[in-house]
């Protein structure tokens, strides 16, 4: 990376490697023939790497997942219900940070961070023609440990208790849609849908 000037304003030289074994168990039980609950353990490995603007390598991340929930169906298939709860226990989680300075987008890793949620879905056929969908989920998502800094002052930042970017807490979706059978021309479907994000 050089300057306006070819100035190198970053000379490294160096290799790392990473390797991580992750996998998932799950199981599920039915309930009837219309409804089932499920739960599963799962880790998630993302390699570190190395940022042209970085003169030193950003770590490996890991996540330990949960999650449960049911999927259900009632009245003929009719009305689908489906409930998810989830927690993700993440170390080292790569994030990506702008030098206010440069413009240069960096990896950084903060030290922990931990997301749970609940969502939420509903979908009902209530005539032949008319279906109704609705979905609706809470997110709680937030730094355990993050210590970083500021380029503009030089001073250490802890962001430790700080909600995760692009992590809305409530998001709420419904959508209707309605067909006529246009016979031997086939069908016209009318659809309107409308979401809240916090």
Known sequence: LV??????????????????VSGKIGLNYHLSDNSMIYASLSNGYKAGGFSISQAVAYDPETVNAIDVG???????????????????????????????????TEIENAGAATIWGVEIELNARVTSELMIDLSSSYLNAEYDEFLTSDERTLLAVDLSGNRLSRAPEWKIHLGVQYGWDLGKQGKFIARIDTSWVD
Do not use: H
């Open 70 to 104: 049911l999927k259900s169906a009632w009245l003929e298939q009719r009305i689908q219900f489906n409930v998810t709860g989830y927690y993700y226990d993440y170390s080292d989680k790569q994030e990506f940070r702008r030098d206010p300075v440069t413009g240069v």
């Open 3 to 20: 300057g306006p000037n070819g100035e190198p304003i970053i000379t490294a030289n160096g290799s790392e490697q990473w390797e991580e």
